[in-house]
């Protein structure tokens, strides 16, 4: 079988690893696989790589080329399946198309409604230039993969004549490389309760949530500090990004935060190194994270969300969105309670085991290929 993948998003965050190990896994299932990515991109599969530079097009611009530019390259390359793995597809695909929609924030009436009026005029303008676009995409796909219910049902809402086309496929987790060591670190090991919160920036990640909590932590006692993989540059860059930046800068100052991304090599020692994960982000299509600290056997606190509760199930503790006092509290629920943790820990990666295989999403995968 032949794949053309269209990874042209695969710039930064999710998306980036979700392509290099799906680049992997069809390749090594005799899938004939070309995927299309952006220059910096790389992956040990060189030959299976198309670069191709958009980055400086808008939304509307970068539609425009692939219905005219990119419809060409696709018909020359003659695949059985086009997958456009990143929200964009084709309007009159020459062969069959699947389209992954993954971007949630478009469709989540919560996120619409509280997040996005913060992020100014230009930054509404170009998501709804981007959510008609995605529609588009999505009414002349064939089929429709959505990484949870809770985003099928959100989208169903803007496509009622295409719900039958909507599928729900899970990522996956590698979980062979995310699993807790034989010895794993001790709660509080060296008297300091160490929070870790991976993610890119994105204004919906709010990390600004967690700094605030290490803050009133440290205030009661419990000595805590806080990784997160971002960087205050990405902050200064993005429309929103204001309030995390004066307060994470702030924190950063006082030592109680450490910023900085990490290469996906280093992420599994990095979950081990930490006590619990925290992840405040209030709209997300998935969040690989989640899973990747479940699968590594760590107590998890999140943002009490659709999404979020379809994926972590009764393996997490939860927290109001927005509330730094539900993080706190939540926080010191597992400081007090060994055995909750321990529990938490047990369910979490035997959940990922269960539902969140990365083989058991390319075998769903192929199986719409």
């Not at 509404?124 to 049902?153: F, G, H, K, V």
């Not at 996956?172 to 160490?194: I, Y």
């Not at 990004?241 to 109680?256: E, F, M, R, Y």
């Not at 910023?259 to 090599?265: I, N, P, R, V």
Request: net charge neutral.
């Amino acid at each position: 079988m032949k794949v053309l993948v269209n990874a042209l998003s695969a710039k930064k965050g999710g998306i980036v690893t979700y392509t290099k190990n799906l680049l992997t896994s069809l390749s090594e299932a005799g899938i004939d696989v070309t995927v299309a990515v952006p220059p910096e991109f790389s992956h040990p599969l060189k030959h299976c790589l198309m670069p191709i530079d958009t980055s400086r097009f808008s939304p509307a611009r970068r539609f425009l080329w692939e219905q005219t530019i990119w419809r060409s390259i696709v018909k020359r390359h003659n695949p059985d399946v086009l997958f456009s793995s990143a929200n964009f597809g084709l309007l009159n695909s020459s062969c069959r198309q699947i389209l992954l929609l993954r971007e949630g924030g478009l469709f989540d009436p919560d996120y619409l409604a509280n997040m996005a009026p913060t992020q100014g005029v230009y930054a509404s303008l170009n998501r709804s230039i981007r959510r008609q676009l995605m529609l588009a995409s999505a009414t002349r796909s064939d089929t429709i993969i959505t990484p949870t219910e809770a985003m099928r049902d959100m989208v169903g809402l803007w496509l009622p004549n295409a719900r039958e086309k909507l599928i729900v496929n899970h990522y996956g987790t590698l979980n062979e490389s995310f699993a807790p060591t034989a010895s794993p670190r001790k709660w509080r090991a060296d008297g300091v309760l160490r929070l870790l919160y991976v993610s890119v920036y994105y204004p919906h990640k709010v990390p600004w949530l967690l700094c605030e909590a290490v803050d009133r932590l440290n205030a009661a006692g419990i000595p805590t500090t806080a990784t997160i993989t971002m960087t205050l540059r990405e902050m200064t860059d993005m429309p929103g990004g204001s309030l995390d930046h004066a307060v994470i800068s702030q924190a950063v100052a006082k030592g109680t935060v450490k910023l900085g991304h990490h290469d996906y090599g280093n992420l599994p020692d990095l979950y081990r190194s930490h006590d619990a994960f925290v992840f405040p982000s209030v709209s997300e299509t998935f969040g690989h994270p989640m899973a990747e600290a479940m699968s590594s056997g760590l107590p998890v606190v999140v943002s009490d969300t659709s999404v979020n509760r379809e994926i972590c199930g009764d393996t997490a503790l939860y927290a109001d969105p927005y509330s730094v006092t539900g993080i706190c509290d939540q926080l010191q629920t597992l400081d007090r309670d060994q055995g909750l943790r321990d529990i938490l820990r047990q369910r979490a990666r035997q959940r990922t085991l269960e539902m969140y295989d990365w083989q058991g999403h390319i075998d769903r995968l192929l199986a719409l290929f």
